[in-house]
């Protein structure tokens, strides 16, 4: 892994750093999860913040698929370990001296034909335009463009807060941003990387165009522990919104 000042520089000036090979139990990660998706797969909710199992909007080429599990750190607290990770905390470490929880966790068993998110910044969702959240991208399977990689707009992070538009037809589930795409880069990766960013970073990810291959991934927001925020009359302060979890950087 890169040194902390490296990592800290590239973090504040691109807005992102990728930590390769962070993970070394990232295929018994996803054999859990896949576990957690058989026990669920039968329900489901239709609010996209909400934490439960979200599906493919009715009518869509996906329709009854899982797209997403919010709040996968509710029904599987072990996933929250994950995010306590060794390197991870170390370069989380190097970027912020804050005490922190670990917010808005989710899962993504993105399938052949299938979408997570389109352009965005995390922060839109939370209400804040705070630029101290830190978002964890956690890849469990090898992701490139034909499966589903992340795309970040490097930079983006600097320019503040963005007007985000609801979405329609297969991007349906949740509101989007309007960016020039010719500023985009791939993150390609290897199965077991972690991509930090910034939670004002506009980033998205590639349709999973691929026959067979799928990419399972977990996000979640590393947050100060003093910063309250809420959303539409959801409040996602400490000790009040069930899926924000309190961690240790030691």
């Known amino acids: 892994m890169e040194d902390p ?3 800290k520089r590239h973090f504040h000036e691109k807005g992102y750093v990728v930590l390769n090979g962070a993970l070394s139990n990232h295929e018994s990660i996803k054999q859990k999860l896949d576990l957690l998706l058989a026990e ?5 909710q239709e609010d996209w913040n909400r934490p439960g199992i979200v599906k493919f909007p009715s009518g869509s080429a996906m329709d009854g698929k899982i797209q997403k599990v919010q709040g996968v750190g509710i029904f599987a607290p072990w996933v929250l370990n994950v995010f306590q990770n060794s390197a991870v905390i170390q370069a989380i470490s190097s970027l912020t001296v804050d005490d ?7 899962f993504f068993p993105m399938c052949p034909g299938g979408t997570s998110v389109n352009w965005h910044q995390d922060n839109h ?21 034909e499966n589903g990689a992340l795309r970040v707009i490097p930079g983006s992070h600097l320019t503040g807060q ?33 991509v930090l960013f910034n939670a004002l970073l506009l980033h998205a990810a590639h ?6 291959r799928t990419r399972f991934s977990i996000f979640g927001h590393f947050v100060p522990r003093g910063l309250d925020f809420s959303w539409r009359g959801v409040d996602f302060s400490s000790g009040k919104y069930e899926d924000r979890h309190r961690i240790s950087k030691t």
């Open 5 to 7: 000042s490296s990592i």
């Open 40 to 44: 669920h797969e039968g329900n489901s």
């Open 100 to 106: 922190l929880d670990i917010f808005g966790t989710k």
């Open 125 to 145: 969702f939370f209400g804040t335009a705070s630029s101290k959240i830190i978002s964890a991208a956690i890849y469990l399977e090898r992701a490139d463009k």
């Open 162 to 194: 963005v007007d985000h538009a609801p979405g329609t037809d297969e991007w349906a589930n949740g509101e989007w941003a309007t960016v020039d795409e010719s500023q985009a880069v791939d993150v390609n990766c290897d199965a077991g990387t972690v």
């Open 207 to 212: 349709k999973n165009v691929s026959k067979n």
